[in-house]
């Protein structure tokens, strides 16, 4: 049998989702997701403009208007360039909006932090018409986060400047804890780790207490990488984290595990150590998911795709993200939340950027 070790806590979210929608203030999000809101740039690029910045086709970094980084040009050079397509995202925000495709409308919040500015504007209004119910907390003086997704074949290279989404505070939560109370389950972006680890805690310490599924995932590289001392602090709250292969290899080099970097159900047994609740689940692009628990690893095939259907893979982690925590907050097996999860993602490759189809689609119709 397929082991299941969330099942107690997901005992207590085993309820129909389907309920008369309410005005956005009296909404009670069944998921609450944390992350970095940010505004999109995505554009096509050659392997010489990746040299050029000395960028990797298949990474993610950081970067900062105030050290003069000579990386920041890249922000205005996009922008005008007569291809960028600009999409409302951050990693956990594109996972919310996935969820929502499938939960339906009002049944996913997203905590945040945006300048008062145009840019926070329209993610707003893409979080409203995608069904996400926002909750930023709004900076005055800072302005809104941006991520250049550099697109070089199926590979993406991101650039990210936080600006406000790096002003996020844990009082924040505070003046929403009716809707944190009123949650079923968490969801948590990576990235946020090197924003506040203390919101992070914060939630993890309410899901603690009360039973209730807590997934994180790992996002990019650099985080097991450069932010191990935030990470351990919040880790042992996850009852799930998630992560791709690169971020897996990325973890077992940052603690020096004693076993190849390609060997994903080693590295999943030592982050889920004896944790009987946590479960660790590895995507591998077209490989097989890797799922470990106490119980041992197993595996699940990814659903194939007519390469010709590709559109684009920038997104399909956060996509994978968006359908696996939908499915358990209907309350469904982990096998078929990652099953959900695969399905997602395989429709949102489909689409430019990490979005998602036009028309409804029903996972197993």
């Known amino acids: 049998m397929f082991p299941l070790p969330l099942s107690r806590a997901l005992h207590s979210i085993r309820t129909p989702l389907a309920r008369v929608l309410k005005p956005q203030f009296l909404m009670s999000p069944t998921l609450v997701c944390l992350g970095n809101p940010l505004l999109d740039l995505q554009a096509d690029v050659s392997p010489e403009y990746l040299a050029k910045y000395d960028l990797k086709s298949n990474d993610a970094i950081l970067v900062d208007a105030a050290s003069g980084d000579a990386k920041m040009a890249i922000f205005d050079e996009v922008s005008k360039m007569p291809q960028t397509h600009f999409v409302a995202g951050g990693a956990a925000q594109n996972s919310a909006r996935g969820a929502a495709y499938v939960l339906g409308a009002g049944e996913v919040g997203y905590f945040g932090s945006v300048g008062n500015d145009q840019f926070s504007q329209r993610l707003s209004e893409e979080n409203k018409a995608a069904g996400v119910v926002s909750l930023y907390q709004v900076q005055e003086s800072v302005g809104t986060g941006k991520c250049a997704a550099l697109i070089t074949g199926h590979d993406r290279s991101l650039v990210t400047d936080l600006g406000a989404a790096n002003c996020f505070t844990p009082d924040h939560l505070d003046k929403h804890w009716d809707v944190v109370e009123q949650a079923k389950l968490f969801y948590i972006g990576g990235f946020h780790l090197t924003v506040s680890p203390d919101a992070i805690v914060k939630l993890g310490e309410h899901a603690k207490q009360t039973g209730k599924p807590f997934v994180m995932n790992l996002s990019a590289p650099f985080i097991p990488q450069f932010f191990k001392d935030a990470l351990a602090r919040c880790l042992p709250y996850a009852t799930v984290l998630i992560a791709n292969e690169s971020e897996a290899a990325a973890y077992a080099e940052a603690q020096g595990l004693d076993c190849a970097a390609t060997d994903l159900p080693a590295i999943a047994r030592h982050i889920v ?30 659903h194939p795709l007519e390469k010709s259907k590709i559109v684009d893979t920038n997104g399909a982690g956060d996509a994978f993200a968006g359908g696996f925590v939908a499915g358990l907050a209907q309350g469904k097996p982990l096998e078929t939340c990652i099953d959900m999860g695969q399905w997602l993602a395989a429709l949102s490759i489909q689409e430019i950027g990490p979005s998602y189809p036009k028309d409804k689609r029903v996972y197993g119709a």
């Open 273 to 302: 150590g004896d944790d009987a609740n946590k479960t660790v689940i590895f995507t591998h692009g077209l490989e097989p998911t890797v799922v470990t628990t106490t119980k041992g690893s197993t595996t699940i095939d990814v």
